[in-house]
């Protein structure tokens, strides 16, 4: 199994990548200072600590991995002309299933080949079972969060300001000195003076949690001072109904605001709820982030919740860009405001499953990224009524590796600015605006889930000119925004955490 590795370069994300024609094409001059390219399946620092005598007997290695791996990872997966599998670090998820697709549908362009031509599905399961029962048994664990990093333009030091949070999912800031952060689970938490507060506050409204549905987004209103309002995003349920004989729950985004009264949630008002019978229950894609725009309008997303033909039906809210105003109206200028059957406050359509969004702060255009399913996560340019072609078009296959669509283009439908195959699974995003890292101001920070990373994108008009990884494998990136102080605010799911990047002296 192969996949891109350099000797001598820890920083591998931090080579420069140029997008033309959505191809990535490598700045050729670290290839030039480095003679020899090795490609490997996992990138990490190779600090396993393991032996021979650690790794499993010839009769426990699956007779696949002898055929197929052995050669390039070694037989006791320490890594021959590629890297060790026994490092704790995964380029690809490390969850089973990621490896599963990694093993299966390959990443040919950094080296990986498919194996699913040549492996059932039950020798792939074993072959993915078997690394991460090699892991466990050995007690190889994911390296711990780095002290500092290093990216082409700065030093970094990086401290974790919260930790022990159950599957956090975004935060925002109320003032320097307080923030708040949403836990998926129900809970809505404060950060006092870079302290997480042991209590969650009182009385937020009752969320229906369920897969990836929870307690959401959180965003502090712009004027909060004189309007100290608090805006949510949650899965929203209905009572429980029988599908196929099995229970299950309708729900959708809905969107509420209220006020902090010392720990307790007060004033509530509902900005938008969806028609019922619009509702869905699958367990998934439910958006949800918020933003502002200058002139003080809001706009949220709400995913497909599986439902992927929903997205280009004006007549539902899933697979939308919605805009509101501040209190719940709907501005008379959106553009289905006045068609018949639509959701008034739909902004745009075809949107798969947008979990980023952003507000340039020069230009005020909205920005955009979308989950895709394997491959094609979308950065799209946010404008009224436009629709950005999901699924009837895009970038991607289906999990299981069927073909969604065999069109990436159609007229009317939006090209993205910039998409991702494969997937880093996109979610939070924020053009960063600080003292702090004066030469990334305007740049974009995007969050990622599975790649366990965060990508610093230079955005010029409207074409992505320049991309940098300047986090790694520190977590699952749920959410990233600049603070009040110019730092760098990260929210990580496994772990639990929120991380402060700011510049080492």
Not at 87 to 103: A, L, P
Not at 132 to 142: A, P, Y
Not at 178 to 204: C, F, Q, Y
Not at 329 to 342: C, H, I, Q, S, W
Request: aromatic share 10%; hydrophobic share 35%.
């Amino acid at each position: 199994m192969l996949c891109l590795q350099i000797f001598g370069i820890d920083h591998i994300s931090f080579q420069p990548i140029f997008k033309d024609n959505n191809k990535m094409i490598k700045n050729a001059l670290p290839i030039i200072a480095i003679p020899v390219l090795v490609f490997s399946f996992i990138l990490g620092s190779c600090t396993s600590k393991t032996t021979s005598n650690d790794i499993a007997t010839v009769g426990e290695i699956p007779e696949t991995f002898t055929k197929l791996c052995a050669s390039c990872h070694g037989n006791d997966l320490k890594g021959e002309i590629s890297q060790s599998l026994l490092d704790g670090s995964w380029q690809f998820g490390s969850r089973k299933g990621d490896i599963m697709r990694s093993i299966k549908f390959g990443y040919p362009h950094h080296g990986m080949p498919a194996w699913g031509e040549i492996l059932t599905n039950a020798e792939i399961d074993s072959l993915a079972s078997f690394l991460m029962r090699e892991e466990e048994r050995l007690g190889i664990s994911k390296p711990p969060i780095p002290d500092t990093l290093e990216t082409q333009d700065y030093k970094i030091k990086v401290d974790v300001v919260a930790e022990g949070l159950d599957v956090p999912w975004a935060i925002d800031f109320i003032n320097p000195d307080r923030a708040l952060i949403t836990e998926r689970s129900g809970g809505l938490r404060i950060m006092e003076n870079g302290k997480l507060l042991p209590d969650a506050v009182e009385g937020i409204p009752q969320v229906h949690v369920s897969g990836q549905g929870g307690l959401l987004d959180v965003a502090i209103d712009p004027n909060y001072e004189s309007e100290p309002w608090i805006y949510l995003a949650f899965s929203h349920g209905l009572d429980t109904v029988l599908v196929e004989g099995k229970e299950a729950v309708p729900a959708m985004t809905s969107l509420v605001r209220g006020k902090l009264v010392g720990n307790t949630w007060s004033d509530q008002e509902v900005l938008f709820e969806a028609p019922h019978e619009t509702y869905k229950t699958a367990p998934y894609h439910f958006g949800c982030r918020i933003v502002f725009d200058p002139e003080g309008y809001l706009y949220f997303s709400i995913g497909d919740r599986g439902t992927m033909e929903d997205a280009q039906d004006i007549n539902v809210p899933n697979g939308k860009i919605h805009r509101i105003h501040k209190d719940g109206r709907v501005p008379k200028t959106n553009p289905f405001y006045t068609t018949p059957g639509a959701i008034k406050s739909i902004y745009s359509y075809g949107n798969r499953n947008a979990q980023g969004l952003a507000v340039h702060p020069e230009t005020g255009q909205v920005w955009e990224t979308e989950h895709g399913p394997m491959g094609g996560d979308e950065l799209n340019l946010i404008s009224p009524g436009h629709n950005y072609g999901w699924p009837e078009i895009c970038y991607c296959i289906n999990y299981n590796g069927d073909s969604i669509t065999e069109f990436t283009h159609k007229e009317g439908m939006q090209q993205p600015i910039f998409y991702w195959r494969p997937s880093i699974a996109t979610c939070g995003l924020d053009f960063y605006s600080g003292d702090v890292f004066p030469k990334w101001n305007n740049k974009l920070l995007v969050g990622a889930l599975r790649m366990q990373e965060i990508q610093l994108l230079d955005i010029e008009k409207d074409r992505m000119m320049y991309r940098q990884t300047i986090l790694k494998n520190a977590g699952r990136v749920r959410d990233v925004t600049t603070g009040p102080d110019g730092a760098i605010y990260v929210v990580l799911n496994e772990p639990g955490s929120v991380l402060r990047l700011s510049q080492l002296p």
